[in-house]
């Protein structure tokens, strides 16, 4: 190629760079090229594009004391007449809908919408008070207005001044909105149904916070539940929340080193978050429990919205709430037709995740599917939609672990329940045996453990603690395990068990935990994961020191014989030919539960080391004292 050939064909091939500059100058700026030293951040970055299958609106909503609430606004594109399904949350509204930036709404949002917003639903997530976007102050669980709030807002005006906006302002809207969500947000959808707003329809609470000192997130019968220390860190920390800073190591080695859980409070500063002085001001079950316990709070009004209460059977957090609801506002229902109640074979939440597994178990397929698509949604569908279908939804709903299925129920408890006492040689019968006794020593300088050491109370570990195989402690000379013998037939039940201990310690308070077992065949080779394996159904605490009523504690007599009365969690449980049932008994469940340091303290949060004693329990069975665990079985 000659020279001037050359010349040319690199000037043909430059044009079109040569030509580029200018044209993208005009075209993004108006004008010449960018300069150089222009600064490259810009104010901001619409990610939601043209393209977009959706509309993605944030509001600032009014509340009638002036505060202003964060809110997000999502439906997909040429939605109309739609129902809106609202969350009240402190987990972030922004980010809970944008799961990814996509330009499709099924990935922007949580996966249990798809359903939903595909079906034309207008979905709304907002910020508490508070929290994130939102203003005001922000109270954990802030109580309803009364006695313990003085102020003229709760999360009950904030749900009404929301909802009066929403149906004013979305013009996509057909003026009825459904409130759900799980845990706080199952909270925030209860106290809703307080004096609730006209445009309310329906509700789907689940796993929610209903008691913190009952059962759900802060105590169990009175048993502080240490966890806690890291929530509150991470929810009302501004700036370095998160977990306590106690390092990576064994958690059973950190709370057992710090102490009680004021000391270990102290130890970490926690003391300067008034969510854990206030804790620690009230172990309890006092007035300013009561007042906030929102069962209490809904039983004293007319239930004026449709309800179904969700909770997982294996519930690690909340396992109390949603039943409790149930019982309190069911009594109303005397059509069956207002409140329903749900138990899926599921963890904390995972009713809206794929939920075709738990720890080692597996289901026939994605439960928590089945039931939104089966269930939920038709639940909504018929009280939200403009045009809808008929109401045909289920009085309750549960899953039979053990022969994996679904089942109808018209009431709850669905069993009779029926005694299983604890016997001689460590069995257990369905008939009174003859009395006894057998004991062990309770060392608070070494509790039981939850689960096999080291001990981390978080991620997969913490999701699956309950179906942990329960083979780690039996046997240790302060756990007492009593079994049947292999089953000839199904024992199917269907509610929530409740343990009769009679019991007696040589310390002035002792804790009690019992745990009912299925325990899988020894061999299985098809399985062999589950082989011998010992499954926890129900796993609960009772502190001693509250015999006499939740609300007046009293040191326990040493030697005498108390009846320890309290309830296992809400199971439908399938025990199979082949499998046993155990109980066993222990006074330790570390670091979970706060040890009890048996001797008598006003305040066990503030137990001194000295306070830590032995004890030698003694477990009464048979005669006069007989203890047992009583099971709702129903006959298939």
């Known amino acids: 190629m000659t020279k001037t050939l050359r010349t040319v064909a690199t000037a043909l091939a430059l044009a079109p760079l040569a030509l580029s500059a200018p044209h993208l100058a005009a075209q993004n700026a108006g004008s010449g090229p960018t300069d150089t030293m222009m600064n490259e951040q810009v104010k901001e970055y619409d990610w939601v594009r043209p393209q977009a299958d959706f509309v993605r ?10 505060k202003k609430l964060f809110t997000v606004i999502v439906f997909r594109k040429g939605t109309k007449d739609a129902p809106v399904l609202l969350s009240r949350t402190p987990y972030n509204a922004d980010k809970a809908t944008s799961r990814n930036r996509s330009q499709r709404i099924e990935e922007i949002l949580p996966v249990m919408d798809a359903e939903f917003v595909n079906d034309g639903y207008i979905r709304v997530y907002q910020d508490v008070r508070g929290l994130d976007g939102s203003e005001g102050d922000y109270v954990m669980n802030r109580p309803l207005r009364g006695p313990l709030n003085p102020t003229k807002v709760d999360h009950a005006t904030d749900a009404y001044d929301t909802i009066d906006w929403l149906v004013k302002n979305v ?50 019968n009175g048993a502080f539940r240490t966890f806690g220390f890291d929530y509150d860190l991470g929810q009302t920390a501004k700036k370095g929340g998160g977990s306590v800073p106690k390092g990576t190591g064994d958690e059973y080695t950190a709370y057992l080193e710090a102490g009680s859980a004021a000391d270990y409070a102290r130890t970490y500063g926690l003391l300067d978050l008034p969510v854990v002085r206030k804790v620690l001001e009230h172990p309890s079950y006092d007035a300013w429990w009561q007042g906030q316990a929102v069962d209490k709070l809904l039983a004293e009004r007319k239930l004026t919205v449709p309800t179904m209460l969700v909770v997982g059977q294996w519930d690690q957090e909340d396992s ?6 149930y019982q309190a506002l069911e009594k109303q229902d005397t059509a069956n037709d207002m409140v329903s109640l749900v138990i899926g ?21 994605d439960t928590g599917l089945q039931f939104r698509t089966r269930y939920m949604k038709p639940f909504l569908d018929c009280h939200l939609k403009t045009n809808p279908p008929q109401c045909a939804t289920p009085p309750v709903l549960t899953y039979a672990t053990g022969e994996d299925r679904w089942e109808v129920s018209q009431q709850w408890p669905a069993g009779n329940y029926t005694p299983l006492y604890l016997g001689a040689n460590f069995g257990l019968s369905w008939t009174k045996p003859e009395a006894g006794s057998d004991s062990y020593v309770s060392d608070p300088a070494k509790p039981v453990p939850m689960l096999p050491r080291p001990i981390h109370m978080q991620g997969e570990e913490w999701r699956t603690w309950l179906v942990h195989d329960q083979r780690f402690v039996d046997g240790r000379p302060d756990v007492l395990s009593y079994t049947t013998s292999v089953l000839d037939k199904p024992v199917h039940i269907k509610g929530a068990p409740k343990v009769d201990l009679r019991a007696a310690t040589t310390g002035r308070d002792s804790d009690f935990v019992v745990k009912l077992i299925d325990v899988y065949p020894q061999e299985d080779s098809a399985n062999p994961t589950m082989a011998g394996y010992q499954l926890g159904i129900g796993i609960e605490i009772f502190r001693g020191r509250y015999v006499h009523g939740f609300s007046s504690p009293a040191p326990l007599e040493p030697g005498k014989t108390y009846a320890f009365q309290w309830s296992l969690p809400n199971v439908d449980h399938v025990f199979l ?18 040890r009890n340091p048996q001797s008598w303290v006003p305040s066990i949060m503030e137990a001194k080391a000295a306070d830590y004693v032995k004890a030698t329990e003694t477990i009464h069975r048979g005669g006069d004292a007989a203890s047992a665990v009583w099971l709702p079985v129903t006959q298939d």
Do not use: C
């Open 57 to 66: 609106r944030t509001v600032m909503i009014p509340m009638r004391d002036g």
């Open 171 to 220: 013009k996509e809207s057909n003026g009825k909105v459904g409130i759900t969500g799980s845990s706080y947000l199952g909270f925030t959808s209860l106290m809703a149904l307080v004096d609730p707003h006209p445009a309310l329809k329906a509700a789907v609470p689940q796993s929610p916070m209903v008691d913190g000192w009952m059962g759900d997130d802060w105590f169990h």
């Open 577 to 594: 030919p082949g499998h046993k049932i155990m109980v066993q008994v222990q006074s330790s469940l570390f670091p979970l539960y706060d």
């Open 320 to 325: 109390y709430g949603a039943p409790a609801v």
């Open 345 to 365: 074979p599921w963890r904390h939440s995972q009713v809206n995740y794929e939920a075709r597994a738990l720890g080692p178990l597996t289901w026939e397929g």
